[in-house]
């Protein structure tokens, strides 16, 4: 896998309470015009044909902005019905071969992890990345301390597939987690929330892209 292919600015969402499927079209193709090469439609327990509607009007909204890839979260099937790029998996998702016999030899396939052990083992099975949170507090976990950004770096030399940090990501903390070896980060609220998600996402490309 050429590790130039792996986005390095993921978009998580719709988030619950933050921003509605609605929104979220709008939202991503502002974040996309600002470094946004990885936009996620994310929503747990909706049913198939919710999320397809979603996924099909986020890639109307990106229209021709062709550097930019669509993940499906979870639903496999749905990616597959509307083309995406490729599918993200949770850890109790389906595993990764299975997906890729219904995506293609050409998606890319991500895995969430929250351990070495798990990362390498999503590195075993296939996996094209990992996004491995959460790294800092947030406020979608207020229970579970952040691992901070010394398990990035734990990570990062455990594995050689590209770590994509989330979990309490703004602006300030890009360089640290990307200095930690991180290959790119995923951010939600930051972006969601943003009066201008353009300028947002120009602020945390430039962070990524300097270091």
């Known amino acids: 896998m050429n590790r130039e292919r792996i986005p390095r600015l993921h978009l998580i969402g719709p988030l619950n309470g933050v921003l509605t499927p609605d929104s979220y079209a709008a939202v991503a193709a502002r ?10 439609v994310r929503l747990p327990g909706a049913p198939g044909g919710e999320i ?18 669509l993940f499906v979260n979870d639903r496999v099937d749905v990616a597959a ?7 993200h998996l949770g850890e109790r998702s389906l595993p990764v071969a299975q997906a890729r016999r219904l995506l293609g030899v050409d998606a890319l396939i991500g895995r969430s992890v929250h351990d070495v052990r798990g990362a390498a ?3 075993d099975d296939g996996a094209d990345f990992v996004l491995a949170g959460h790294v800092f507090d947030t406020d979608s976990k207020p229970d579970q301390p952040g691992k901070g950004v010394h398990w990035i770096s734990e990570l990062t030399r455990a594995v050689s597939i590209p770590v994509i940090a989330i979990g309490g990501i703004s602006v300030e903390c890009v360089g640290p987690v990307i200095q930690a070896g991180a290959w790119g980060v995923a951010v939600g609220r930051e972006l969601l929330t943003a009066s201008d998600p353009k ?4 602020s945390i490309r430039i962070r990524i892209e300097q270091k």
Do not use: F, K, P, Y
């Not at 300028?199 to 120009?202: L, P, R, T």
């Open 31 to 40: 974040a996309a015009e600002g470094g946004v090469d990885a936009i996620h």
């Open 52 to 69: 397809m509607r979603l996924a099909e009007e986020v890639m109307a909204r990106l229209g021709s902005n062709v550097r930019v890839t």
């Open 81 to 87: 019905l509307v083309s995406a790029g490729g599918a």
């Open 121 to 123: 083992q999503a590195q």
């Open 199 to 202: 300028a947002v996402a120009e």
